[in-house]
């Protein structure tokens, strides 16, 4: 109490909030400018659509997957890839990665300092 009454009175019960607290202990920055969150998220979105649309379509593409070289040279693995449960499963992976691509352009937030 005696070390109190010596500060300013202004001092006394002057602490930093929660808030000021938290982020100043978690090491928090400030975002990304708002030019690279738009790239970053252009980027993700191109990757997403093309990689999708590849996995599509490439297994129904008779002469890129049921004769490619890769393959040829592993039979048991190119048994296996050349049936339709299988393709099937390869196209909805590719569904999903099409699905990811719009949902971050759905989704899409800027993020201000």
Not at 4 to 13: H, I, K, L, T, Y
Not at 20 to 47: D, K
Not at 61 to 81: Q, T
Request: hydrophobic share 50%; charged share 15%; net charge neutral.
């Amino acid at each position: 109490m005696a070390m109190e009454a010596q500060r300013p009175a202004s001092q006394v019960n002057a602490r930093p909030g929660p808030v000021a607290v938290r982020a100043e202990e978690s090491g928090w920055t400030a975002p990304a400018p708002l030019w690279l969150q738009r790239v970053s998220l252009m980027v993700l979105v191109v990757f997403c659509l093309y990689l999708g649309g590849l996995l599509v379509y490439l297994p129904w593409w008779k002469a890129m997957w049921d004769h490619n070289a890769l393959l040829l040279d592993y039979p048991r693995l190119h048994h296996y890839l050349i049936q339709g449960p299988v393709r099937g499963i390869i196209s909805g992976l590719g569904m999903l990665d099409l699905w990811i691509g719009l949902s971050e352009i759905v989704h899409y937030e800027e993020y201000r300092a």
